[in-house]
């Protein structure tokens, strides 16, 4: 073994990492420093946080998004309420996005069987992956500190804090790792992994709202990382578990790596089968045949959630909140979340955040089929506008199936708890979604068709950047016009407010425009040659 | 109506010139080998003949119709077969055969079926799970089974075992006798030599030669081995001819145009024998590719 080629393989796969790294990285140490920069904006005296604390303390709607607050009065304990939760849920998608990639989608591609070829052993080549990992981490791990330093956080706690978060990233990378060895294609590993996010985020959820199963938080690497409890009464012996953790799971993946064959995954790859012809009949016939896995996903997952939600809001509630304080929560750019249907309403506002991520998916799917078989395609009598009218086509209606699901599914867990909600209402709620998706839709088409390659990117960058200001743009006193410049202040907050219906035309209009420039500029460019 | 006509066709990708100023014509029913280096511009020839890519200068048509303008009417009639086989991973050979089948029309399923057997094809595999050559086959058993009546093929038989590479020669050979058109990339000179009429040279973007077999034969040098009854004689300073001493008595003759005045010459000699041998495709070929350029087109 030569170090040498070590370290090359190393720097070669923190590269390849770095567009998603470094992207994570911006978001963090945005994030954490905008926090308590706002909080302290917001809420200037003891009196005002006192009665925040009084009220978001017991609110069970938010803990499902942020977790449990332990000390809500100091800018610290608010700030590791509010970001080490929601770190922690990018940090485990980082975690498992990262390891598949270096571990599966590179042996996929043929890649690792061309690095094991040459005098680089199994057992160095997945060290070296984990090593260009754990750098990305450490940036990561870096970013969110300094973003807390910034806000002027103390920095002994920063640091902390951002190692809680950096604990997530460390096990769902040994869970990313497994999934890897497991699975024998990529698709497959992310489904796996990210069938295992959304089931420990979901247990994480349980806990943090129904203090009778609060214990289920220590079966949850994402509780643990909540158990850590930053600033307010640190436990580091609580980071023994996500270590021990992350130390197996690498340990059995090495294991499963050095015994199996490369290009395969333990599970079997169903490689024959007999011809099922249905959905052949057209290339978006096709697509929807090669996403269906991922919508079904992303239906499942969305529906979960919004069941959850709707059992949740059942807990929401206003008493003992002042009026004030119901004006400041509304500042928080959530209108008021001390209802049921209040909070509802501040939740589809996450909905439509999650369809317009998914519509971005999408417009990723594309670019795939693009790279690969597109060329295949546009030989035989199909059209450009045809291909890429379709995908889009495909993108709104499976949007609006999600929204519409996620509405029914609310209403569904909200009837369940016994709050008494509108289904009209709530799958207007879900309708609700579309008008922002769509507007990013046609956006990131447009970005797509004129950089193919960075499309999809630059509409992730995008809607989370719009979706952050929305949340952030209020509390720190930016100007109406500048906060007013994210679409998502835009959209009616149904069911409490009424369906912003010139809103939602101006954002389907400017999509539908955006969407005919895309098939204007597509048309007329080169493909992404082979 | 020609199959194929190019006219000044141009890419420029950037700084690099991929294809400068193309003149090319293919008849219907022709079979026409298109020869170069990698990177020589093949495959953006290709390309560009099927308005995937967008031409810097000049135009192309299939069968008449505009490549770039009216691109799914121009593909009607014509049949493409990738130089990278990327099919759709998740599709096995019998999905992605059914799936092209829809997406052109046309097919002849009995014909398909029968080439399906004459290749060797596990329909029931998946596409991920094909070797190179495979999915090479799956390729060009949904374009042959179109019987479209232009067939563009972007080095088909890469990845081809020996066998069936002779038996895309002969589905080849049968198209040609159907009448279809074969426009044929490649770099493998036997393959062209055996199946194609018509030869163009492509050397940096650039035809340098074009001609059927014989023309481009004609223009090369023939080479005459002749051995002698006694030394050599001195035979030189004859128009067209290049002389070599290959052995005491034996002489190489390079005879560009007519033998005439190398046989006079030889006229008053004794000779014990006398080969001559056309120039291969090969040696064509190499002879645009001489020196510094072979070096730049290796």
Request: proline share 5%; glycine share 10%; with cysteine.
């Given at each position: 073994m030569r170090p040498a080629s070590a370290l090359a393989v190393v720097a070669q796969a923190f590269r390849d990492a770095r567009i998603r790294t470094f992207?994570?990285?911006?978001?963090?140490?945005?994030?954490?420093?905008?926090?308590?920069?706002?909080?302290?904006?917001?809420?200037?005296?003891?009196?005002?946080?006192?009665?925040?604390?009084?009220?978001?303390?017991?609110?069970?709607?938010?803990?499902?998004?942020?977790?449990?607050?332990?000390?809500?009065?100091?800018?610290?304990?608010?700030?590791?309420?509010?970001?080490?939760?929601?770190?922690?849920?990018?940090?485990?998608?980082f975690g498992?996005l990262a390891a598949v990639r270096a571990l599966r989608t590179e042996e996929d591609a043929g890649r690792t069987e061309l690095v094991l070829a040459g005098v680089i052993g199994r057992r160095t080549a997945f060290a070296s992956a984990l090593a260009a990992i754990a750098a990305g981490t450490f940036v990561l791990w870096l970013?969110?500190?300094?973003?807390?330093?910034?806000?002027?956080?103390?920095?002994?706690?920063?640091?902390?804090?951002?190692?809680?978060?950096a604990?997530?990233t460390a096990?769902?990378v040994g869970?990313g790792a497994c999934?890897s060895q497991?699975?024998?294609?990529?698709?497959?590993?992310?489904?796996?992994?990210?069938?295992?996010?959304?089931?420990?985020?979901?247990?994480?959820?349980?806990?943090?709202?129904?203090?009778?199963?609060?214990?289920?938080?220590?079966?949850?690497?994402?509780?643990?990382?909540?158990?850590?409890?930053?600033?307010?009464?640190?436990?580091?012996?609580?980071?023994?578990?996500?270590c021990?953790?992350a130390v197996?799971l690498l340990a059995v993946a090495a294991r499963i790596g050095a015994a199996r064959d490369v290009g395969?995954?333990?599970?079997?790859?169903?490689?024959?089968?007999?011809?099922?012809?249905?959905?052949?009949?057209?290339?978006?016939?096709?697509?929807?045949?090669?996403?269906?896995?991922?919508?079904?996903?992303?239906?499942?997952?969305?529906?979960?959630?919004?069941?959850?939600?709707?059992?949740?809001?059942?807990?929401?509630?206003?008493?003992?909140?002042?009026?004030?304080?119901?004006?400041?929560?509304?500042?928080?750019?959530?209108?008021?979340?001390?209802?049921?249907?209040?909070?509802?309403?501040?939740?589809?506002?996450?909905?439509?955040?999650?369809?317009?991520?998914?519509?971005?998916?999408?417009?990723?799917?594309?670019?795939?089929?693009?790279?690969?078989?597109?060329?295949?395609?546009?030989?035989?009598?199909?059209?450009?506008?045809?291909?890429?009218?379709?995908?889009?086509?495909?993108?709104?209606?499976?949007?609006?199936?999600?929204?519409?699901?996620?509405?029914?599914?609310?209403?569904?867990?909200?009837?369940?708890?016994?709050?008494?909600?509108?289904?009209?209402?709530?799958?207007?709620?879900?309708?609700?979604?579309?008008?922002?998706?769509?507007?990013?839709?046609?956006?990131?088409?447009?970005?797509?068709?004129?950089?193919?390659?960075?499309?999809?990117?630059?509409?992730?960058?995008?809607?989370?950047?719009?979706?952050?200001?929305?949340?952030?743009?209020?509390?720190?006193?930016?100007?109406?016009?500048?906060?007013?410049?994210?679409?998502?202040?835009?959209?009616?907050?149904?069911?409490?407010?009424?369906?912003?219906?010139?809103?939602?035309?101006?954002?389907?209009?400017?999509?539908?425009?955006?969407?005919?420039?895309?098939?204007?500029?597509?048309?007329?460019?080169?493909?992404?040659?082979? | 109506?020609?199959?194929?006509?190019?006219?000044?066709?141009?890419?420029?990708?950037?700084?690099?010139?991929?294809?400068?100023?193309?003149?090319?014509?293919?008849?219907?029913?022709?079979?026409?080998?298109?020869?170069?280096?990698?990177?020589?511009?093949?495959?953006?020839?290709?390309?560009?003949?099927?308005?995937?890519?967008?031409?810097?200068?000049?135009?192309?048509?299939?069968?008449?119709?505009?490549?770039?303008?009216?691109?799914?009417?121009?593909?009607?009639?014509?049949?493409?077969?990738?130089?990278?086989?990327?099919?759709?991973?998740?599709?096995?050979?019998?999905?992605?055969?059914?799936?092209?089948?829809?997406?052109?029309?046309?097919?002849?399923?009995?014909?398909?079926?029968?080439?399906?057997?004459?290749?060797?094809?596990?329909?029931?595999?998946?596409?991920?799970?094909?070797?190179?050559?495979?999915?090479?086959?799956?390729?060009?058993?949904?374009?042959?089974?179109?019987?479209?009546?232009?067939?563009?093929?972007?080095?088909?038989?890469?990845?081809?075992?020996?066998?069936?590479?002779?038996?895309?020669?002969?589905?080849?050979?049968?198209?040609?006798?159907?009448?279809?058109?074969?426009?044929?990339?490649?770099?493998?000179?036997?393959?062209?030599?055996?199946?194609?009429?018509?030869?163009?040279?492509?050397?940096?973007?650039?035809?340098?030669?074009?001609?059927?077999?014989?023309?481009?034969?004609?223009?090369?040098?023939?080479?005459?081995?002749?051995?002698?009854?006694?030394?050599?004689?001195?035979?030189?300073?004859?128009?067209?001819?290049?002389?070599?001493?290959?052995?005491?008595?034996?002489?190489?003759?390079?005879?560009?145009?007519?033998?005439?005045?190398?046989?006079?010459?030889?006229?008053?000699?004794?000779?014990?024998?006398?080969?001559?041998?056309?120039?291969?495709?090969?040696?064509?070929?190499?002879?645009?590719?001489?020196?510094?350029?072979?070096?730049?087109?290796?």
């Open positions: 992207a994570f990285a911006y978001l963090f140490a945005l994030y954490s420093y905008i926090q308590p920069v706002g909080f302290r904006h917001a809420y200037k005296t003891l009196a005002s946080r006192t009665a925040f604390a009084h009220s978001f303390g017991g609110n069970k709607g938010l803990r499902l998004f942020y977790g449990e607050p332990h000390d809500l009065i100091a800018v610290s304990g608010y700030t590791a309420w509010r970001v080490g939760g929601t770190l922690a849920i990018a940090a485990a998608i498992l970013a969110e500190f300094a973003g807390f330093v910034a806000g002027r956080l103390p920095v002994g706690g920063s640091a902390y804090l951002a190692l809680a978060t604990s997530v096990v769902f869970i999934v497991l699975a024998p294609t990529r698709r497959i590993a992310l489904g796996l992994g990210g069938a295992l996010v959304a089931l420990f985020l979901l247990l994480r959820a349980v806990a943090d709202t129904s203090s009778a199963v609060g214990f289920l938080r220590w079966a949850t690497p994402l509780g643990w990382a909540e158990e850590l409890r930053p600033f307010s009464s640190p436990q580091p012996a609580v980071l023994l578990l996500p021990a953790t197996l395969n995954g333990l599970l079997p790859a169903h490689d024959s089968s007999d011809p099922d012809l249905h959905l052949l009949s057209s290339p978006t016939a096709q697509a929807l045949r090669s996403e269906r896995g991922s919508l079904v996903a992303w239906a499942g997952g969305v529906a979960a959630f919004s069941f959850v939600l709707g059992i949740v809001s059942q807990s929401v509630s206003s008493a003992g909140i002042s009026k004030s304080i119901q004006q400041e929560i509304a500042k928080l750019g959530s209108g008021s979340i001390a209802t049921p249907t209040g909070y509802l309403a501040f939740v589809f506002l996450v909905f439509v955040f999650a369809v317009s991520l998914f519509v971005c998916a999408q417009i990723g799917a594309a670019r795939h089929e693009e790279a690969d078989q597109l060329e295949t395609l546009l030989a035989l009598p199909v059209g450009r506008t045809g291909w890429l009218g379709g995908r889009l086509l495909l993108a709104g209606l499976a949007a609006a199936a999600i929204s519409l699901l996620a509405g029914a599914l609310t209403w569904a867990g909200a009837a369940a708890a016994g709050v008494d909600a509108s289904l009209p209402r709530l799958l207007e709620a879900g309708a609700n979604c579309l008008p922002a998706a769509l507007l990013f839709l046609g956006i990131t088409a447009l970005a797509y068709a004129i950089a193919p390659r960075a499309g999809a990117g630059i509409g992730y960058a995008v809607v989370t950047a719009a979706f952050l200001w929305q949340t952030v743009g209020a509390l720190v006193g930016a100007p109406a016009w500048l906060v007013d410049l994210t679409p998502f202040a835009h959209v009616g907050l149904v069911p409490t407010q009424a369906f912003r219906a010139g809103a939602a035309a101006a954002m389907v209009a400017i999509g539908l425009g955006a969407a005919a420039a895309a098939l204007a500029v597509f048309r007329r460019r080169d493909l992404l040659g082979g | 109506m020609n199959a194929i006509r190019a006219e000044g066709l141009t890419k420029r990708y950037g700084e690099t010139l991929a294809l400068d100023h193309l003149d090319l014509s293919v008849e219907q029913g022709e079979v026409y080998g298109y020869l170069g280096p990698n990177g020589a511009g093949k495959t953006t020839t290709i390309r560009l003949l099927l308005g995937l890519h967008r031409p810097t200068a000049g135009r192309a048509e299939l069968l008449g119709v505009d490549a770039w303008r009216d691109p799914v009417q121009a593909h009607r009639r014509v049949a493409y077969v990738a130089g990278e086989p990327l099919l759709w991973p998740a599709l096995t050979s019998a999905e992605t055969l059914a799936f092209l089948a829809h997406l052109h029309g046309g097919t002849d399923v009995a014909y398909r079926d029968e080439l399906v057997e004459r290749f060797q094809l596990d329909t029931r595999k998946k596409v991920r799970a094909l070797s190179k050559g495979n999915r090479q086959k799956v390729q060009l058993v949904a374009a042959l089974a179109t019987r479209a009546d232009l067939l563009l093929l972007d080095e088909p038989t890469s990845g081809l075992d020996p066998l069936m590479e002779m038996t895309f020669r002969e589905c080849a050979r049968e198209a040609k006798e159907r009448g279809q058109t074969i426009f044929l990339s490649s770099h493998i000179l036997s393959e062209v030599e055996a199946i194609c009429d018509r030869v163009g040279i492509l050397k940096q973007g650039r035809l340098v030669d074009q001609g059927t077999l014989a023309e481009l034969r004609h223009l090369s040098a023939q080479t005459i081995d002749v051995v002698f009854a006694g030394p050599a004689p001195s035979i030189d300073s004859l128009p067209g001819v290049q002389v070599e001493r290959t052995g005491p008595s034996a002489l190489r003759f390079e005879v560009t145009g007519s033998p005439q005045a190398l046989l006079t010459a030889l006229g008053g000699h004794p000779i014990l024998n006398l080969t001559s041998r056309e120039p291969s495709l090969e040696e064509i070929f190499l002879h645009h590719y001489d020196g510094s350029d072979r070096d730049a087109a290796r």
